[in-house]
Structures are given as structure tokens and as C-alpha cells.
């Protein structure tokens, strides 16, 4: 049975690494995706700031399209996409007045049937930290990865929540343990990077992920793992800024879970587009013999 | 600051909590939402004072507060508040009014990257990245902001300036045109 893939706008341009190293960790682990066709934009952050009836609408329709393919599931690698898509379903699940007034909208109905999730928590349900363990080729042995889980993974509990504390998740720290690195507690798991206002006012996102930097050398890590591509844009694109601006230039790797994986499961360092990067990762994989 | 009560004091409050369906009166002005929230650094009225506004009644001072502007939706203080007031639905439906009744913007940079944004999405049914931040830069005349780090995107294969449209882009029209909100109107 495939499971549903929704890989969302950022896959096709500056998280594309994602997206090859997700599909490419996929086939190591047996996992079929398959992607929901002509899906559209979930809308983000703008469209719940500017009408309600939108931001339900723009992700129903790609949730009434996986059905009408006959998927029963649909996973998404970007925490703001998981977000939107689990609100809307939430929310037309909990009242039918709902559900019909946005299926007029959308022109196609969405019978509540799939499960939405996100790649962190598809990684931990469908293929559980044992078989996981099975699978490492490659363990991260001395990687310490300090894992950011960032505001829409764990925001707001009640509907999105991947795991069961929204203030000190411990999801994917599980699953970098189960690849053979060490997870440090860390003070940041769950602090705003700016996300949504990246262009918009870019001074706050540069303080706001700074002091996320900041806090992960603090915490002696060699890496800072995320589950999103904004998180990894702000993180990662805005470093030499926050070097400037905060005169410490912290060259910190920031990874995608998937990456990370991709290295322990043995897949080649060139396929998972890891060299995309603005803060290379590559002295810190040679130091600790993984490359 | 002397603020003249309102006489549609209940007014605005109900208004609010009509919109947004949370109910404002329960706010206890604890101070645990300004307490975690990361933008308050930069805020003019912190979360919980644009929540005692609200309960006063103070409209216009509410609607042209930057703050909603500000707001980045972390959800923190929804999270966090102890009186379950989910002030992040509040800070959408303040900008969503604000919009509507044609207050002066006090964070024009993030009106018009909210606009650019789902403009794109109108037209194409995707966002294209690269578009939005070339559309945004002249229309808020910031001609070479970010244009070391667009250098190095290029080099690394980010920078795309195809067209990444989808066969539904009607559909997407349509739910553009359907929804109730303030896209084919006024301002906008
Ligand atoms: S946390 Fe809740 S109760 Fe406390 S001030 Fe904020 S909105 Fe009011
Ligand atoms: S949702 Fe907005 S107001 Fe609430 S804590 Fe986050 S930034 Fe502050």
C-alpha cells in the first residue's frame, strides 16, 4: 500500500534536499510514496492571517484530491504544510457545518477519510524505532544533534501535536538516538524561529534564530537536526547575517532529519543533495568518519 | 496614555469573540502569553494588552496596533495560557478586521509580503519561492536586500524562475473567488 506524499512548495526550490533525501530514505526502508497529483499551495501563514474560510479551503482541496486518488494517508515533510493540512482536517471533522460550507468552496467534496500526518511522526508509527535500528548501516556514533522541533510541529497540542509534551518533545530524539547519535537536552526545542515573517522583517528572524544557534553550541552540538523547511531556511540561509550582526560566526550544520538518516542508512553522501547547503556540512560528517 | 473609554466597550469585545469564536472575557491579565512570546521584544502593546484593550473596548487603538502585524503565529501563548483564550486566532482576526475596515498600516512590509504571497498562490496554485522574494524586494523598494545570499541559492540550484503551476490553477482561482474574506476587494 503507498502511502500519500505531499511534498509542498519548498521541495521545489529551497528545501529541494529534503525532498531527494526523504524519497531516497523511503526506498531504503521499503516505503512506497506516492504523490498527491497537482496539489496545490496550503497557504501558510498568509492565508490564515487574511480569511479563515482560505486557509481551510486551499488545504482541503489537496486532502479531497488524496482521496480521490484512493490513498488512505497523507505525509508531508514541512511542519507549516502538516499544520495547515491537520487544522483543516480537524476542524471540518469536528463540525459537519463546517465541512459543507468549505466543500462549496473547494467544488470538491473531502469525506474525512485520511490520516494526516507528519514524516516525523510517519518515521516513528509506521516504521518504529526498532526496524529503524535494523536498517542503520552506518551508525552516527559521537554525532551529538541537537533536535529543534520549532512552533508548528507542536503548536497548537490539541490538533497538531506530534508528540505527547508540546514544551519538551522528545520524537525525534528518539529517532537520532535510534541512528546512533546522541540527542542533548537543549533549551530550544521548541523557541520561534521568525518563521513567517522571513522577508517581511528579517532583523527578527535573525535575533530569534541566533539566539536558537546560540543556545546549540551551548549545548555542545555538533548539528542541529530540523523537520522544516522554513526552519532550515531561517537556520541555515541567515547564518553569515546572524554572523555579522552577532559578530560570532557559529558554522553550524543545520540537517534534515531525512539527511541524517539517509547518511546511517547508507545512502551516498552526493545523492541526498546535502552539498546544497549554505553551512556545509561536510568537515563536521569527515570528523566523525561518516564521509 | 489616558485612554477614553468607548461606549461600544461591549461591542468591540463581542465582536471580537464572534469572529474568532474564543471568548475574551475569561482573560485574567496573568501575563503568561507576553511571557513566551518571542516578537514582544518588538511589539508596541504586548499580547495580554492588546487582550485588555479588546475587553475595553478600545477599537481603534487595537486595530491600528502594529502588534497582530508583528505576530509570527508561533502559537505559544495559545498553548500556554492558562484560561485556554487562543490569542493566536485573536491576532488573525484583529488583522483580518484591521484590513477589512482600511486601518492604517503600521507594518506595510508584512501587508504586502502576505498579499504578494497569495497572489502567487492565485495564479499559480504553488508558490514560486523565487518569484515571491524578486516581487516582494520591488515592490517594497528594497532593490538589493538578500541579493548575496540569492547569489549563492543560485549556485547551489535554488533559484528557479520556471513556472511550477499546477492543472487545477482554475480550481485555485475559484476557492480564491468563493472564499469569504477581503482578496477581491478594496485594497487589495
Ligand atoms: S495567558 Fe491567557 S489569561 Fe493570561 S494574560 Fe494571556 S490571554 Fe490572558
Ligand atoms: S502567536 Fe503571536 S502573539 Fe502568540 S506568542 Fe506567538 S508571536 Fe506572540
Request: aromatic fraction near 6%; glycine fraction near 6%.
Amino acid at each position: 500500500m503507498a502511502y500519500g506524499y505531499y511534498p509542498g512548495c519548498s521541495a521545489h526550490g529551497t528545501a529541494k534536499e529534503y525532498d531527494i533525501s526523504t524519497r531516497k530514505v523511503c526506498v531504503k526502508l521499503g516505503i512506497q510514496l506516492e504523490d498527491v497529483a497537482d496539489w496545490n499551495c496550503c497557504g501558510a501563514s498568509p492565508a490564515h492571517a487574511t480569511s479563515e474560510e482560505l486557509s481551510l479551503a486551499l488545504p482541503l482541496r489537496n486532502l479531497a484530491l488524496a482521496e480521490k486518488q484512493g490513498l488512505n494517508s497523507i505525509m508531508t515533510t514541512c511542519s507549516a504544510c502538516y499544520n495547515r493540512l491537520k487544522v483543516a482536517h480537524e476542524t471540518v471533522k469536528e463540525s459537519p457545518e463546517t465541512l459543507n460550507r468549505i466543500n462549496d468552496i473547494v467544488g470538491e467534496p473531502y469525506n474525512k477519510t485520511l490520516k494526516v500526518t507528519h514524516f516525523v511522526n510517519f518515521l516513528f508509527e509506521e516504521v518504529g524505532l526498532e526496524k529503524l535500528k535494523e536498517k542503520v548501516v552506518k551508525p552516527l556514533e559521537n554525532v551529538k544533534a541537537a533536535c529543534y522541533y520549532g512552533c508548528l510541529l507542536t503548536r497548537p497540542p490539541e490538533l497538531v501535536t506530534i508528540d505527547a509534551d508540546p514544551e519538551n518533545p522528545t520524537i525525534m530524539d528518539g529517532i537520532v538516538e535510534a541512528l546512533g547519535a546522541e540527542a542533548p537536552d537543549w533549551s530550544h526545542k521548541t523557541e520561534c524561529c521568525g518563521a513567517s515573517l522571513a522577508l517581511s522583517r528579517t532583523d527578527i528572524v535573525v535575533r530569534l534564530s541566533g539566539e536558537i544557534l546560540k543556545a546549540a553550541r551551548f549545548a555542545d552540538a555538533d548539528c542541529i537536526v530540523v523537520a522544516c523547511p522554513l526552519c532550515y531556511a531561517n537556520l541555515d540561509m541567515r547564518q553569515s547575517q546572524i554572523a555579522s550582526r552577532h559578530g560570532v560566526d557559529y558554522s553550524l550544520p543545520i540537517l534534515f532529519i531525512s539527511e541524517l538518516m539517509g547518511i546511517a542508512l547508507g545512502v551516498n553522501y552526493d545523492e541526498l543533495g546535502i552539498d546544497k547547503h549554505m553551512v556545509s556540512a561536510a568537515n563536521m560528517l569527515k570528523e566523525k568518519g561518516l564521509m | 496614555m489616558i485612554y477614553q473609554l468607548n461606549a461600544n466597550v461591549r461591542n468591540f469585545g463581542e465582536t471580537i469573540s464572534e469572529l474568532s469564536g474564543v471568548d475574551i472575557s475569561t482573560c485574567y491579565q496573568c501575563g503568561k502569553c507576553t511571557a513566551g512570546c518571542p516578537v514582544v521584544m518588538e511589539m508596541s502593546h504586548t499580547p495580554n494588552q492588546i487582550m485588555r484593550l479588546i475587553q475595553l473596548g478600545l477599537k481603534d487603538e487595537v486595530l491600528s496596533s502594529p502588534t497582530p502585524w508583528l505576530c509570527a503565529s508561533c502559537e505559544t501563548c495559545t498553548t500556554r495560557c492558562p484560561k485556554e483564550v487562543d490569542i493566536a486566532k485573536i491576532m488573525d482576526t484583529l488583522r483580518i478586521l484591521a484590513l477589512k475596515e482600511g486601518y492604517k498600516r503600521k507594518e506595510p512590509n508584512v501587508v504586502a509580503f502576505n498579499k504578494i504571497f497569495l497572489d502567487s498562490i492565485k495564479n499559480n496554485g504553488r508558490l514560486q519561492e523565487t518569484k515571491l522574494a524578486i516581487v516582494f524586494n520591488l515592490k517594497t523598494l528594497q532593490f538589493f536586500k538578500d541579493m548575496m545570499l540569492g547569489q549563492k541559492l543560485f549556485k547551489k540550484g535554488k533559484i528557479s524562475f520556471s513556472n511550477d503551476s499546477i492543472k487545477g490553477t482554475d480550481a485555485v482561482k475559484a476557492i480564491f473567488e468563493r472564499s469569504k474574506g477581503f482578496l477581491n476587494k478594496g485594497e487589495r
